[in-house]
């Protein structure tokens, strides 16, 4: 199958296989235990989403995710952003959320999930809204040779040994170091 009879299939299946009335899918997306892998879930909502807080709060079991034990495992899921499904298209969400356990027996108050590091980054932002930080993303890269059909080792490295202490190559640009 080449690109173009695939791309034309999807299209028929988003067009044709997907009607959906007025409701959409919202697939809620959150970090699971790990802190590093993402799971989701998809839920109906009756109609297109305008605003975050027509999306409602839902749970999932967090003992299936490492976020809780069997005996008490309910976690609430709070949408926090919510983005154009561009698997899905249409109007059809991807609803990221932030995540709660329960911090009572009584089921009333909640607390930050143990991966909700948003909960304490929103708690700081809120008290310094006047001030307006710029973020920025780190990039490294690693360059590997190939040395022969079953050995890739980082370029400019000494074969099967390591380079000196970082120093001279930290944040450096070129061959020379």
Known sequence: MNSRSSHLIHGHYLKEMLYQSEKIIAEYIWIDGTGINLR?????LPSA???ISEIPE???DGSSCKQAITSDSEVIMKPVAYFPDPFRSGDNILVLCSTYK???QERTKLKPANTNFRHF?????????EHHPWFGIEQEYTLFETINSFTRWPL???EGGYPAKQGPYYC??????
Do not use: L, M, Q
């Open 102 to 104: 329960w911090a009572d």
């Open 49 to 51: 989403v305008k605003e």
């Open 172 to 177: 450096s640009v070129g061959s020379s170091v």
């Open 156 to 158: 400019g490295w000494p």
């Open 58 to 60: 839902w749970n999932y």
């Open 121 to 129: 980054a929103e708690t700081i932002f809120n008290e310094t809204r």
């Open 40 to 44: 989701s879930k998809s839920r109906t």
